[in-house]
């Protein structure tokens, strides 16, 4: 069973810095794409950023230029380094990712429990 644990986030100043973690554990052969999520209260949950194991980033136009998502295979890792954070990026942010566990079974899609961040002015 493959299990996704968030890590890093707090409470921060608008303009901070926090960067988020998210370990994958268990059978992992590969992580195909993962991506991090976000949920503002009474606001639906949000792609953020994604990565590939092919190295395609993509970003929602919101965090442009300000956040980076990294993705390690060798680590089971994907984490996000936000910077110049502002009060609208409050939210629970999640983790997901499309694992492998062996080269032939299909790809499951996995959910961390959420972190929360928040922005304050």
């Known amino acids: 069973q493959v299990r996704l644990v968030e890590s890093g986030g707090g409470l921060v100043q608008a303009g901070g810095s926090l960067t988020l973690a998210c370990e994958a554990s268990g059978r992992i052969f590969i992580i195909s794409r993962a991506g991090w999520y976000r949920q503002a209260p009474g606001k639906e949950r949000e792609l953020v950023a994604l990565s590939t194991s092919s190295g395609f980033t993509n970003y929602t136009e919101s965090v442009q230029g300000r956040f980076t998502i990294s993705l390690d295979n060798a680590k089971n890792t994907v984490s996000l380094q936000m910077n110049s954070l502002k009060p609208e990026d409050t939210a629970v942010y999640y983790c997901?990712?499309?694992?492998?566990?062996?080269?032939?079974?299909?790809?499951?899609?996995?959910w961390g429990q959420g972190t929360q961040v928040t922005v304050s002015s």
């Open positions: 997901n990712a499309d694992v492998k566990v062996t080269l032939p079974t299909p790809t499951r899609n996995y």
